[in-house]
């Protein structure tokens, strides 16, 4: 079994197999937060315009621009907001700078898209891991075409679980988010030095970042079923049980 690791979106990017999409600081951290908080399901739009066509069917908004929660919209892009907020059974529709637009690029090609965080990274790995039959692919959403050291830090936090879960071969997006994991064993100094964190201090959002490095927290992953207009629909994948390929 292959692990990949792609430390930026490009556009030429293909997947065969399982893609775990990682944007830790914050939109694959908050998504698991609404599935967390009883979100029926997510919709993920490329961009805001996307989600706000959206406004007058029975649904909630969260999202962010710059940072901050676009104009008409319930929620902003916080997880500790977004697990505290009153979406039980209800659709939530997400748009944000990075993330949701590298989800995206994953479901042109891949099998199976999965949301990734530190916040539910045992489970999202073990989900992976059964779902593979030829590669694991950790695709991180960087900040804004650039590698971000919080994402690349996670997807060094999933390869470390995939490995105890199987034998895999490393190429070398792997080998140096594995190598970025270790030189950091505890998260948040990694996460705060990374520019997401450093644009969430400019817009008085820091606070978000010590939630964002919480590892293992949640056992809920986002899994891609289908597709309503130009919105991807992840709903909460069942709890994978303890076996598995390795």
Known sequence: MRLRVDLVPQENLSYTDVVLVVDVIRATTTATAFLEAGAEALYLTSDVESA????????????EEGGLKPAGFDYGNSPREALEAPVGGKIVVMSTTNG????????????????????????????????????????????????????VYTAGGLAEVLQIMGSYELEEGAL???????????PLEPLHLSGAAQA????????????????????AVGMLEGRVGEALIFK???????????
Do not use: M, W, Y
């Open 52 to 63: 706000r066509a959206f406004r007058d069917t029975d649904v909630v908004l969260a999202g």
């Open 100 to 151: 949701t637009r590298t989800a995206h690029l994953a479901a042109r090609s891949a099998k199976h898209v999965l949301l990734a965080s530190l916040f539910n990274a045992h489970a999202a790995a073990r989900l992976a891991h059964q779902l593979a039959t030829e590669e694991v692919a950790i695709l991180c959403a960087g900040k804004e075409g650039r590698i971000g050291l919080d994402d």
């Open 176 to 186: 140096t988010a594995l190598t970025t994991r270790r030189a950091s064993p505890a």
């Open 236 to 246: 909460r994948a069942q709890r994978p049980s303890n076996s598995g390929q390795g």
């Open 200 to 219: 969430l201090r400019q817009v008085g959002l820091e606070a978000d970042v010590p939630f964002c490095a919480q590892i293992a927290a949640s056992p």
